[in-house]
């Protein structure tokens, strides 16, 4: 059977550990070649590279810290050099914004540091990440990224997140605009509460999981895959007639009054 991104390069970036890793294993298992970025843990990015291998894809790892100014170039220097190596030109097909961080930290406890972090993180490597992507990304590319549904229905634990998450919406309607032209689709995919390291204070509690569900439609808490299949989908040629558009994967949170 026949993969729906064979031949296709992508770049996954916070790749290491939950949605990002599961994003970057689906992607691989539809046969593209995937970056996997990492911030911190080059062990998780090597990990996440040695499965999609013995699972008989490809990927290589790639760092840069997000939190640093230069970011984006960075990252891309690392990019350039492993595909030209390996395709002898530094072009590719997808790019995933998925990094991110969430502290749970409340509008009276946030300070200037840690605003800055989650700025610097959640919209300012975005930005320039994918300023330098579009550079070389090919025509009829695919650019998604991770938002929230916090931008639809706001959490106050985290209120710097919560408001630091709806610039990405913003911008994808943007960009959708002006590079469609050349067939490229810009969408972002609003994840609700998934079972990863970040949720972990939710999900690891029967409290917390029934807070989650008795928000959600559907009865149980999202997994890293039911994000990525979405962000597959978004990826492949299946889609593309969808731009500039917010995917809610929250399992149907907060519906109705």
């Given at each position: 059977m026949?993969?729906?991104?064979?031949?296709?390069?992508?770049?996954?970036?916070?790749?290491?550990?939950?949605?990002?890793?599961?994003?970057?294993?689906?992607l691989?298992?539809?046969?593209?070649?995937?970056?996997?970025?990492?911030?911190?843990?080059k062990?998780?990015?090597?990990?996440?590279?040695?499965?999609?291998?013995?699972?008989?894809?490809?990927?290589?790892?790639?760092g840069?810290?997000?939190?640093?100014?230069?970011?984006?170039?960075?990252?891309?220097?690392?990019?350039?050099?492993?595909?030209?190596?390996?395709?002898?030109?530094?072009?590719?097909?997808?790019?995933?914004?998925?990094?991110?961080?969430?502290?749970?930290?409340?509008?009276?406890?946030?300070?200037?540091?840690?605003?800055?972090?989650?700025y610097?993180?959640?919209?300012?490597?975005?930005?320039?990440?994918?300023?330098?992507?579009?550079?070389?990304?090919?025509?009829?590319?695919?650019?998604?990224?991770?938002?929230?549904?916090?931008?639809?229905?706001?959490?106050p634990?985290?209120?710097?997140?919560?408001?630091?998450?709806?610039?990405?919406d913003?911008?994808?309607?943007?960009?959708?605009?002006?590079?469609?032209?050349?067939?490229?689709?810009?969408?972002?995919?609003?994840?609700?509460?998934?079972?990863?390291?970040?949720?972990?204070?939710?999900?690891?509690?029967?409290?917390?999981?029934?807070?989650?569900?008795?928000?959600?439609?559907?009865?149980?808490i999202?997994?890293?895959?039911?994000?990525?299949?979405?962000?597959?989908?978004?990826?492949?040629?299946?889609?593309?007639?969808?731009?500039?558009?917010?995917v809610?994967?929250?399992?149907?949170?907060?519906?109705?009054?």
């Amino acid at each position: 059977m026949s993969k729906s991104l064979a031949g296709k390069i992508a770049v996954v970036t916070g790749a290491s550990r939950g949605i990002g890793r599961s994003i970057a294993e689906t992607l691989a298992a539809e046969g593209a070649l995937v970056a996997v970025h990492y911030g911190k843990s080059k062990a998780g990015a090597d990990e996440v590279v040695a499965k999609i291998k013995a699972s008989g894809g490809d990927a290589f790892a790639v760092g840069a810290d997000l939190t640093k100014k230069g970011a984006a170039q960075a990252l891309f220097a690392g990019v350039d050099q492993e595909l030209k190596q390996r395709t002898g030109d530094t072009r590719f097909d997808i790019l995933v914004n998925n990094a991110g961080i969430a502290p749970f930290v409340g509008f009276n406890e946030t300070t200037e540091d840690v605003f800055d972090e989650i700025y610097n993180v959640n919209v300012k490597s975005l930005f320039f990440i994918t300023q330098e992507a579009v550079k070389r990304l090919k025509d009829n590319g695919r650019i998604i990224s991770t938002s929230s549904g916090v931008v639809r229905t706001p959490l106050p634990a985290v209120a710097a997140y919560s408001m630091l998450k709806a610039p990405l919406d913003n911008l994808a309607k943007s960009l959708a605009v002006e590079l469609g032209p050349r067939g490229i689709t810009v969408n972002t995919v609003a994840p609700g509460v998934i079972n990863t390291d970040m949720a972990a204070d939710f999900v690891s509690n029967p409290e917390g999981q029934a807070f989650a569900i008795g928000k959600q439609a559907l009865k149980r808490i999202g997994q890293p895959e039911d994000v990525a299949d979405v962000v597959a989908f978004l990826a492949s040629s299946k889609s593309r007639w969808i731009t500039g558009q917010t995917v809610d994967v929250t399992g149907g949170s907060v519906l109705t009054f």
